[in-house]
């Protein structure tokens, strides 16, 4: 797979037009008339998902319950999308919110890289969304922004996580001791990475498991 530049211009693309497909799933920016879904599924799950996030800030809003923040951070996103430090996608089955996948902490120069994050509604999990959405974003870290390595960061006792991980069968690359700070906590992160080079060995495995071509 040849690349005919390394420093693709992506923000030509507005957050209105781009969305990545899977077989199943539909990825695209979050925007201000999203928050009632992103708030319903973020207050619901809120005990399933907070001890696996950083600590929020005391006294900041709260985008699930203040609509300003919400859009504020759909802001702050297209911002970072726009100036090519990080990618957020809303995940979508059955034209429903159900999560996020995000692309973050993308770095040029010569090391070309960036990290997956990633959460579900709870209601949805089990059923490999999660793991086809992140084939879907790790296509478009290679495919489309050029970039070199992705890696995702996983508390090691977080077992739904590393399910994802191993359907999509990522190298485990050994765990960074108390690598990130988790809901008030400086946790152990178990690192798991591909780069391009695997991506091109894998992509027709990948396709032929999790991806389709966007509708025309």
């Known amino acids: 797979m040849t690349r005919t530049s390394r420093h693709t211009d992506h923000s030509a693309r507005t957050t209105g037009s781009l969305r990545l497909y899977g077989r199943r799933v539909m990825l695209r920016p979050l925007v201000a008339p999203d928050f009632p879904a992103w708030s319903e599924v973020r207050r619901r799950n809120h005990d399933w998902l907070t001890v696996w996030e950083p600590q929020r800030v005391p006294y900041a809003p709260d985008p699930s319950t203040d609509r300003d923040a919400f859009t504020s951070r759909c802001n702050l996103q297209e911002r970072d999308r726009q100036t090519g430090v990080s990618y957020a996608f809303g995940l979508f089955v059955d034209n429903a919110f159900a999560g996020q996948v995000n692309l973050n902490n993308v ?36 495919e489309e922004l050029d970039l070199h390595r992705v890696e995702i960061c996983i508390v090691p006792r977080n077992h739904n996580s590393h399910r994802v991980m191993e359907k999509l069968d990522i190298r485990n690359e050994g765990t960074a001791m108390r690598f990130l700070e988790i809901n008030g906590v400086w946790e152990d992160h178990v690192r798991y990475g591909i780069t391009t080079e695997e991506w091109a060995e894998r992509r027709d495995e990948f396709a032929r498991a999790w991806l389709t071509s966007a509708p025309t």
Not at 114 to 130: K, L, M, S
């Open 107 to 142: 770095v040029r120069g010569a090391l070309q890289s960036g990290t997956i994050g990633y959460w579900i509604d709870q209601a949805r999990a089990g059923h490999g969304y999660v793991a086809e959405a992140v084939a879907v974003v790790l296509r478009y870290a290679f």
